[in-house]
């Protein structure tokens, strides 16, 4: 075997199929809290321009290791027969019901397979894993035992010493938070059990981080679109030749609404994609704040510039000039340039959050009338848009495949990059331009989406 592969064993309900979600990015593997969820070994290769840099095998828990390992006891034989006693037990019992867990498990190891062998550090160690690792042992293949922290109690200690004894490397990887960071050293330590395996994985974690990169060109991309489309939108809507009535106007602002709404969730679903989410629950009732309504004030307040943030501060100019007014768009600053005066004509423009865009009444070429609403003339709204997005971005990203809870946010938003005067005054630029415009023009779009890079990349090394 030349490509590196590793099974994932050990005793049932202990994370097996959570780490090799998180590790694989794939939201298809079965979780779940009843132990024996995983009842047939499954691969999970990772491929990189069509070809598998390693393999990771899901794998069922233990059953009756205390058994099997009897089994094997009884057979003579000095320690180098061992392998070979563990091959005979697989072959004698393939068609044994009570071994089936064991066969599976055991197959890939006999096939070459590293073994990476993961408990539960949250629980007290116990004499009935010793089988298992005594078992594990006798394959004499290379290992590395994972202490996964699934509750809240600590027994890493005991655990430490317990694994020590059988494995040559121990970590504590959490299955459900792993960052990036941890999930591309554990690769790193897979490289470490066996030398020909390295490149490979040192390969597979350049490819991550690659594809890490990636994503967030193609999630900055997205969400640039999406808020540009969302500043420039206009809703039509053709209007008996008697005036329009104020229902009338009410229903086309209503409508218009709804477009923006919708128009931000389709940017949310597709920046999920990018992620390799594609069946991601938000939960409405908990995420108050993200899926607040776009429109709710409170949203407003927490995304945008305030209207009290500036006045606070000693008056437009004050701000602008000082650069101190703190903008609450997810813990970024996104403070507005200088000329913010002359941009919002007024604080006039900082009324409710939902007087947002005109109303005209305009003439039909071809006779008639139509009401009009839109472009977005309040200039907070694309820092709302840009905050929700962020954030939302932020938490996707955070996020492993092996968490099956609805997305679901943090009271506080985490602190991200205070974005710099320069970077702000280059996104009103932005904004003020797209405003103007008719159609979008792909150079504005380039430049709003290096910027959104730009902050996803400046949260990064923002202190939390
Ligand atoms: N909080 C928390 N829960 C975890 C973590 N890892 C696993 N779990 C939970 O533990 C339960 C078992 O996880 P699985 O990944 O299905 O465990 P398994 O070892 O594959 O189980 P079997 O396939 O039944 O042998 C699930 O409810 C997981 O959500 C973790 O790191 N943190
Ligand atoms: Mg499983």
Not at 17 to 31: F, K, P, R
């Amino acid at each position: 075997m030349t490509r590196p592969v590793f099974a994932v064993v050990g005793h049932p309900n202990k994370g097996k199929s959570s780490i090799v979600a998180t590790l694989a990015g794939d939201e298809s593997v079965a979780i779940s809290a009843l132990p024996g969820t995983t009842a047939a070994a499954r691969e999970y290769p990772m491929v990189v321009d069509g070809e598998t840099l390693y393999v990771l095998i899901d794998t069922p828990g233990f059953q009756r290791a205390r058994e099997a390992l009897e089994w094997m006891q009884a057979q003579s034989g000095s320690s180098v027969d061992r392998p070979d006693i563990v091959r005979r037990f697989v072959e004698q019992h393939r068609q044994d019901e009570r071994f089936a867990a064991e066969c599976r498990l055991l197959a890939p190891l006999l096939e070459g397979a590293g073994i990476l062998y993961v408990v539960d550090g949250s629980r007290p160690f116990g004499d009935e894993y010793e089988a298992e690792m005594e078992i594990l042992r006798w394959t004499g293949q290379p290992s590395l035992a994972l202490i996964n922290m699934i509750g809240s109690g600590d027994y890493r200690g005991e655990w430490q010493k317990a694994l020590g004894q059988f494995f040559r490397i121990v970590r504590v990887f959490n299955a459900m938070n792993a960052d990036f960071d941890k999930r591309v050293q554990l690769l790193l330590a897979f490289g470490q059990l066996r030398e020909d395996w390295r490149p490979a994985l040192e390969r597979a974690v350049q490819a991550l981080q690659a594809e890490q990169a990636l994503r967030r060109s193609l999630a900055a991309r997205l969400i640039a679109e999406c808020l540009a489309a969302m500043i420039v939108h206009r809703r039509r809507q053709a209007v008996p030749d008697t005036a329009p009535g104020e229902p009338l106007r009410e229903q086309l602002r209503a409508a218009y609404r709804r477009d923006l709404v919708s128009m931000e969730n389709d940017c949310r679903r597709q920046v999920e994609q990018v992620y390799h989410y594609r069946h991601l629950q938000r939960q409405e009732a908990l995420v108050e704040v993200l899926d607040a309504d776009l429109f709710a004030a409170q949203t407003w307040r927490l995304f945008g510039l305030t209207r009290q943030q500036l006045v606070a501060t000693g008056g437009l100019g004050g701000a602008a000039a000082g650069g101190v007014v703190d903008v609450a768009v997810g813990g970024h600053s996104l403070l507005l340039g200088t000329g913010i005066g002359a941009l919002i004509g007024g604080i006039s423009a900082w009324a409710t959050a939902d007087r947002v865009a005109d109303i005209k009444l305009l003439g039909r070429p071809l006779g008639g009338q139509e009401l009009s609403v839109g472009p977005m003339r309040n200039i907070n709204f694309p820092y709302v848009v840009l905050g929700r997005a962020l954030w939302h971005q932020r938490m996707v990203e955070d996020r492993t495949h092996a968490s099956r809870a609805p997305l679901e946010i943090a009271a506080v938003p985490g602190a991200l990059q205070v974005a710099g005067l320069q970077q702000r005054k280059s996104l009103e630029k932005i904004f003020a331009a797209l405003r103007k415009q008719a159609a979008l023009e792909p150079a504005l779009l380039d430049r709003l989406s290096a910027s959104i890079e730009g902050l996803m990349q400046a949260g990064d090394t923002a202190p939390p």
